[in-house]
């Protein structure tokens, strides 16, 4: 069975930090590219951030660059989400993604559709 398992998350003043991780079990995502996306209360799902396969790509939404960063760890299987100088408006779910079909070159996603398997979500709070 798979499984994606978020953690990190929390309540943090403006300007503070969190860093958000993502541990799948169950099969291996080495060989794709994995995700974050953020759902606030009232709002669709939106992208956050995308990694490749080796981690050598990235790509980050506009409303974050510069303040979060996407990395993961292919030996544990895990990807993480560092995100700095948080604004209220960074409050949401936080949902990890992982892509478990096409090629390992493939481009980074930033739609919920090209993502397969999700995580149950991990609530952030940023109070101003």
């Known amino acids: 069975q798979v499984q994606l398992v978020e953690s990190g998350g929390g309540l943090v003043q403006a300007g503070g930090s969190l860093r958000l991780s993502c541990a799948a079990s169950?099969?291996?995502?080495?060989?794709?590219?994995m995700g974050w996306f953020r759902q606030a209360p009232g709002k669709e799902r939106e992208f956050v951030a995308a990694i490749s396969w080796k981690g050598g790509s990235t790509y980050n939404a506009d409303s974050v660059k510069g303040r979060f960063t996407i990395s993961r760890d292919s030996a544990k299987n895990t990807v993480y989400l560092q995100m700095n100088s948080l604004k209220p408006e960074d409050t949401a779910v936080y949902y990890c993604?992982?892509?478990?079909?096409?090629?390992?070159?493939?481009?980074?996603?930033?739609?919920?559709?090209?993502?397969?398997?999700w995580g149950q979500g991990t609530q952030v709070t940023v109070s101003s």
């Open positions: 993604a992982a892509v478990g079909r096409g090629t390992p070159a493939q481009a980074l996603g930033v739609t919920p559709a090209e993502y397969d398997y």
């Open positions: 169950g099969r291996t995502f080495n060989w794709y590219p």
